[in-house]
């Protein structure tokens, strides 16, 4: 942290700000403000912003402690003079001498305080990074304890933070959708994973995808070089409530920390099961028959896309109808669970249990009907076949699953087909006869919490109001909602070391839309997933009739909710 933003000398100069590509300057001062630079758009040092002035430089706060900041500035202040000191402020603008001294003092015993604090957070996933860097941000003290690599879950493989598992999607980023929505307002709050992802993100289109090796291993040094966070490499069997605990082991915990889990919330846990995709090589697949376009043109063409005829698409959707379905392993049926196993899923195939439809398998989808797929991921809209200049019958399309572009994901392909029959049956794909599989598709068993019985709105638990809880083991579903989960969580921590009460964001945000489903009386709950259903509708005399405009006036009301909500709640 001494490191972070040296005092320059008298007159000015320029220093880097610890942003790659960014610069703080400071000259002569004639007004006493610091200002950052940008030299790359959508940094997270804006230009014109005014440094701890409610807009601070999310690196130095990130990295050291702000009461550093404050005092390396104050002493930049006196340095050059008693009467700059009293006009120009970085706490803020104008006042005295003696109140500018008063305001640093009661920051720097406020962080001091802070220092004291020690939070523990379960599991280096996406919540519990996002959560142990925020924290960490404002001072606390974070035990973080990952169980890899002396303990891998069924279906973890690597040794870092926040690994992503189903996909490598992260979602679109239009304002206007339900995911770049939930982006904003993750923004808003200061996520660093999201940082994380631009650093690793591959071409999508409108998408934001990652090189998911990439994505963790800058998720895990920025854990790591953060100094208020003490990582622990090692299983953790016991929930001690004597101070704050977030538990954001996901929905594979299992063992004594599951059987734990158990006791505190009366055994309350369900499950559902979902799937994975196949990945296959680039450079395996046939260029005669596959294509690069995204739908309608729009963007670049980022995916290349797999074009059936009519003829093709029956032969396909009737081999995958029949192929043979692997049945679910022991852990997927509970024996690793620290519950009785599910006797409805041991041994049974998958479409005899309850799965996510947000991972539905293929071959489940298949079995609906014939058209079911071509109305689903094979949709061919938007998308013109240049060998016959014609849409297709369906589509398939390949992402790609790295910057290099050598490996490709088949979007929407979950699956838990025997290998062998993933082998067989996805080579009638056209322009995969001769596909090379990195990976296979694999279906796993999650357990989350029945949050409506168990959770408060402050994501606590409701008889154990020290035990916290984040990402998808509440039913928060999908990537980007279990990093926002883990920010929720971690504000919520935040106030109650402060002695306060946090409350939800309002219902008009994402947010709290999905706070509002988790903590809500619902007899068949599911997981939930950012999605615009969920968001009140606008009153009918703003509401457009066009839908992408509908959508856009309700994001445009929810980010506006979610500012005044941060404002009347600022830390």
Sequence with gaps: PQQLLPVPAAGGGRRRCPQKGSHWQAGPLPTGR????????????????????????????????????????????????????????PFGRGGSAAALTERARTLKD???TMSNYKVTVLGAGLAGCEAALWLAGKGV????????PTHFSPAHKSEGFAELICS???????????????????????????????????????????????????????VEAEPNITVHRERVEHIDESTPILVATGPLTDGALADEIGRLTGDERLHFYDAVAPIVTAESLDYEKVFAASRYDRGEADYLNCPFNKAEYEAFHAALASAERAPLHEFDAGAEQGAQPDPDAHGKKADTVTVYEGCMPIEIMAARGADTMRFGPL?????IDPRTGHRPWANVQLRAENKERTLYNIVGFQTNLKWGEQKRVFSMIPGLGNAEFVRYGVMHRNTFLDAPRVLSAGLCLKEHPNVFFAG????????????????????????????????????????????????????????????????????????????????????????????QWLDENNF
């Design 472 to 563: 998808q083991i509440t039913g928060f579903e999908g990537y980007m909602e279990s990093a926002a989960c883990g920010l929720l969580a971690a504000r919520n921590i935040y106030a109650r070391l402060e002695g306060k009460e946090l409350p939800a964001p309002p219902i008009d945000t994402m947010c709290g839309a999905l706070i509002q489903y988790l903590t809500t009386e619902n007899k068949h709950f599911q997981p939930m997933g950012a999605n615009m259903g969920i968001l009140p509708p606008l009153p009918e005399d703003q509401r457009p009739r066009d839908k992408r405009l509908r959508y856009m006036a309700v994001a445009e009301r929810a980010v506006a909710s979610f500012q």
């Design 141 to 148: 003290q974070v035990e973080l304890y990952e169980q890899k």
């Design 379 to 383: 949709r061919p809209v938007g998308l």
């Design 110 to 112: 406020k962080m001091i």
């Design 34 to 89: 610091l200002r950052l630079n940008a030299a790359q758009k959508g940094g997270p040092c804006y230009r014109g912003q005014q440094l701890l002035d409610n807009a601070p430089c999310q690196a130095a706060v990130n990295r050291g402690s702000r009461a550093l900041l404050f005092s390396k500035y104050r002493a930049l202040l006196i340095q050059r003079g008693p009467d700059r000191l009293a006009s120009a402020s």
């Design 168 to 222: 490598n999607s992260l979602k679109a980023e239009r304002l206007d959708s339900a995911s770049g929505l939930l982006k904003e307002e993750m923004r808003r709050m200061g996520s660093q994973l999201l940082n994380a992802a631009e650093t690793a993100r591959v071409a999508a289109g409108g998408a934001l995808a990652v090189d998911r090796d990439t994505f963790s291993a800058e998720v895990t040094r920025m």
